[in-house]
Every structure is written in structure tokens, then in C-alpha cells.
């Protein structure tokens, strides 16, 4: 149990687009997902916090107009680069959690490279 | 202010040899929780333990074992008789009550194991 997909797992696109990665908790209700940046031999950083039905909670220095992150069912949480740059290359990583928990669930990540 | 230190950068083993991988955690809150997780090349997180602030007994899963001592704010982790298949990168993680349980990752350490 307790599994997290994301899709897509490698997306590249070409500056100015803008990409959107899913991310499904597929056999258990998330009340909260969180996102996170991974750069090349670095930690996680945690993005922000989304909760079901409310605004995403951003931690200091995301850019929210940049980063337009949704959470519109139980199962479902959206993370959407907008005019994404080669700066927006990265390794996007959400977590899942349920009611609670206090445990996170890792999706695969998502490898996004903006040329 | 960093949460979670790993102050090993990389380590480099031979395989057989054992591997002890330190993490060095900052709270102020006696309800807390630290992980480990592993992150092969492919990038997936792998959760390996959770641990409560309450419950400082050591735990050992088959080759890994990990050694909690509220004393020194460690909570450090060994692989034992290594093999290639243990190169990863391995991340500490602390999750308490002060950040609303938010999990706050070390900066990793780079294990690997020749063959």
C-alpha cells in the first residue's frame, strides 16, 4: 500500500512553455502532498504544502506566480512550471500524506530539463 | 538553521566492509521523528525507518541497523557486509512539531561500494 505516482517522470520543453506534473496517491486519500526541488547532488527542498480544497502553503523564496501548484481531490495534486527556464531544470519530487499521519510517501519524481 | 546534518559528503567502501553513515540532529521539541531514506541513481526516494523521539532502542533490518541516542542528537545508520547494489545516496531527515512536521532533509551522503 501507500503508493505515489507522478507523471510524467522525464519531461523536456523548451523555454516559455509551461509543464504540468501530476502526482496521484493511488490507494489511499492524501490530505496533504507536498512538493519538492531537487538540484544535482543536492538535498530536498521542500516547495510548499498543499491541502485538499485550500491554497498551497509556499515556503519562503518559491515564487507562487511560478510554481502554480493545485490540489482539487483526495488523490490528485498538480504542480504547473509556468514560462518554465533552463533555471526551472530540475528534479521535482511530491510526497503524499494521510489523515493523520505525520508519514510521507515519495512519488518517483519528475526529471524536468528546459532548453 | 540547519535541522539535519550529515557530515559526510561521500564514503567509499569496499564491498564486505561495513558502512556507518552519521546524522546529527537540532530540535527543541520533545515529540519528534527522524528518517532515513535511500536514493539510488534512478532517483526514487526509498523510505528505510522512522523513528519516534520516544523510542531510543536500537533496531536492526537485516543488514541495516541504526543507533539512536537522544544524548548526542544522533541518530546514525550501518549497513553491514555492504554490496554494490548499497551505492546510493542516503538522506536524515527530521520531522517536528515547531515545523508543523514538515520534514527537514540533511544534505546527503554519497555511499559507494566497489566491487
Known amino acids: 500500500g501507500a503508493v505515489v ?37 543536492k538535498s530536498l527542498m521542500l516547495m510548499a504544502t498543499s491541502n485538499e ?55 518517483p519524481g519528475t526529471r524536468l530539463t528546459v532548453l | ?20 553513515l552519521d546524522c546529527v540532529y537540532e530540535t527543541r521539541d520533545t515529540t519528534y521523528y527522524l528518517f532515513w531514506y535511500k536514493q539510488p541513481p534512478s532517483g526514487e526516494l526509498v523510505f528505510l525507518i522512522r523513528r519516534n523521539s520516544f523510542d531510543e532502542q536500537n533496531e536492526i533490518s537485516g543488514r541495516y541497523s541504526w543507533n539512536f541516542q537522544k544524548s548526542t542528537s544522533s541518530f546514525n545508520f550501518t549497513i553491514t557486509a555492504s554490496q554494490v ?22 544534505a546527503g551522503t554519497t555511499v559507494t561500494v566497489r566491487a
Open chain 2, 85 to 106: 547494489v548499497d551505492s546510493a545516496v542516503y538522506f536524515c531527515a527530521l520531522s517536528d512539531f515547531s515545523n508543523d512536521y514538515k520534514l527537514s532533509f540533511g
Open chain 1, 53 to 107: 480544497g485550500s491554497k498551497a502553503t509556499y515556503e519562503q523564496g518559491v515564487e507562487k506566480d511560478k510554481f502554480l501548484i493545485n490540489h482539487a481531490s483526495l488523490t490528485l495534486s498538480t504542480l504547473t512550471v509556468t514560462s518554465a527556464h533552463p533555471e526551472d531544470s530540475s528534479f521535482y519530487i511530491c510526497s503524499a500524506e494521510g489523515r493523520g499521519n505525520n508519514e510521507q510517501f515519495f512519488g
Open chain 2, 1 to 20: 538553521a540547519q535541522k539535519v546534518t550529515q557530515a559526510q559528503t561521500e564514503i567509499s567502501v569496499v564491498e564486505k566492509e561495513d558502512v556507518t
Open chain 1, 5 to 41: 505516482s507522478q507523471h510524467p517522470s522525464r519531461v523536456i520543453c523548451k523555454s516559455g512553455t509551461s509543464v504540468k506534473i501530476e502526482c496521484r496517491s493511488l490507494d489511499f486519500q492524501a490530505t496533504t502532498m507536498f512538493w519538492y526541488r531537487q538540484f544535482p547532488k
